[in-house]
């Protein structure tokens, strides 16, 4: 048994049994063993199914919202909205199950089509930023195309997902068909990765473990979406309405305490209007209110563990500049003393786009601001990273918003806002952010695979 505990006071909310090889074969039996009737359901009954487990979720956000906040220190305005996400994804992709058409394709002697076939277990793991959304966005479309899931949450946030399988099974979903695994991921996510009947991995985490997942899928031509991290830039331009940008810009990065992978945690602002913007910046994140994530009017919970907050912390009281120099702290705002895995909210200018901080994924609240001198240079500076998720473009010039739009090696960009993820819209990264879309219209094709069949005429 391993302890779960609450970040916000660090007492234990309850004990979790991590599955061993044995057990997650098992699980792995039942799915491929659930698999054919679940395909062979008729697309209506299938996506009534979805539909009654979005309405079961629906009538169950505010316990899971609770457990988000005990197990996880999410805000409890942010956990009813994560709760109420996978609600809406799973009512969005109940309608594909009779939508999952092919094609037909004119050719010589017969007749040519196209079936949308599913692929038969998918693996998926997750992180522990987004326990509910991220379990998700990977379980309702695989399920809606006519797979079978098995799902490993992090093993820091395990309690929703485990809540969601029950719900899956009042709701009515056979037995096999979407199971949640507990457990390490070097033992529940490798088995999953490396187990010849999981077909597909959609995994959300680290580059790093992403990486390897990509190695060791190559073995069987495994398919494999991967959702991994950013630093994504925050581009305000001196003929935005900066008083707007700035009041944003705390959002952007902080919301999840910065716990995000879609966090803007680079600010880059036009120099003719730098000094306005921090001027700005300032009581936006010192006015944010960073306490008790149960209460209905804070901004910001804590992290999600002690290692995290030692992790961030090393990036500014610990760290240094590229040069050796200790990082430069322009202001913070506050956060609570006692029990807790608490960081305030912290705004740092870098001297050289060589610090640490400016580079580095750091997934907490912690932002850097640099001042650019026009468009060629911000677009550079944006994607001067190995990475590229999201990101923001402030400006009220339309002819730049384009140009900007289309420069920025990023897979999901706003303008004029912070907003990253809507279920009805593709999300996911270029370059070392992942590999592959979820979301939108198109995220069946993930989940299938195409088969033509020619059928002669005579
Ligand atoms: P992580 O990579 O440490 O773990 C993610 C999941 O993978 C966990 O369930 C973990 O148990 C499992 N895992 C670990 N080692 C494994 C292995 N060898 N084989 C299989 N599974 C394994 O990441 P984390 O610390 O939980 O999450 C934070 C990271 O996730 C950040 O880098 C963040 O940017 C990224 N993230 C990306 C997105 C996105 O959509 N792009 C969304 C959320 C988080």
């Excluded at 979805?50 to 309405?55: E, G, T, V």
């Excluded at 629906?58 to 316990?63: P, R």
Aim: negative net charge; proline residues 7%.
């Amino acid at each position: 048994m391993y302890q779960v505990l609450d970040p916000a006071t660090e007492e234990v909310v309850t004990e979790v049994e991590p599955l061993d090889l044995g057990q997650v074969d098992a699980a792995v039996a039942r799915a491929v063993a659930a698999g054919p009737a679940w395909r062979a359901l008729a697309p209506a009954d299938r996506a009534r199914l979805l539909r009654r487990f979005a309405a079961v979720v629906d009538a169950h956000v505010d316990e899971l919202a609770e457990l988000e906040v005990r197990g996880a220190g999410h805000t409890v305005g942010n956990a009813r909205w994560e709760a109420g996400n996978v609600r809406d994804v799973l009512d969005y992709y109940a309608a594909a199950p009779e939508r999952l058409f092919g094609r037909q394709i004119p050719v010589a002697g017969g007749m040519d089509v196209t079936f949308r076939e599913p692929l038969g277990v998918v693996g998926i793991i997750v992180p522990w930023n987004f326990p509910m959304p991220i379990a998700g966005w990977g379980f309702a479309p695989a399920l809606a195309a006519g797979n079978t899931v098995v799902l490993k949450p992090a093993e820091l946030t395990p309690l929703t997902a485990l809540r969601l399988a029950e719900l899956g099974r009042e709701a009515g979903l056979p037995p096999g068909v979407f199971t949640v695994l507990p457990g390490k991921g070097s033992v529940v996510g490798e088995r999953l990765v490396t187990h010849e009947q999981v077909r597909k991995i959609v995994f959300t985490g680290s580059t790093e473990v992403g990486t390897h997942i990509l190695r060791q899928a190559a073995d069987q031509v495994k398919r494999v979406t991967l959702e991994l991290g950013g630093k994504s830039a925050n581009i305000v331009f001196a003929d935005a309405d900066v008083e707007r940008a700035a009041a944003n810009a705390p959002a952007g990065v902080f919301d999840n305490a910065g716990q995000d992978c879609c966090a803007r945690s680079r600010i880059l602002v036009e120099r003719t209007v730098y000094d306005r913007f921090l001027e700005l910046l300032e009581p936006a994140v010192t006015g944010l209110r960073v306490g008790s994530p149960a209460k209905p009017d804070v901004d910001m919970g804590p992290l999600i563990s002690a290692g995290q907050r030692d992790r961030v912390r090393g990036f500014v009281e610990g760290g240094a500049d590229a040069g050796g120099a200790p990082v430069d702290v322009a202001f913070r705002g506050s956060a609570p003393a006692g029990p807790g895995f608490w960081y305030p909210p912290t705004v740092v200018l870098p001297r050289s786009t060589a610090d640490p901080v400016w580079r580095e994924e750091v997934f907490g609240p912690v932002v850097a601001v640099l001042p650019f001198d026009d468009e060629a240079e911000a677009v550079a500076l944006a994607n001067d990273t190995e990475y590229g998720l999201s990101g923001s473009i402030w400006t009220r010039d339309l002819g730049r918003a384009l140009r900007v739009a289309r420069g920025v090696e990023s897979g999901n960009l706003s303008v004029n806002s912070n907003a990253s993820v809507r279920y009805s819209t593709p999300f996911g990264g270029f370059k070392r952010s992942g590999l592959g879309r979820e979301l939108g219209p198109d995220a069946l094709d993930a989940f299938t695979e195409v088969k033509n069949v020619f059928f002669a005429d005579d």
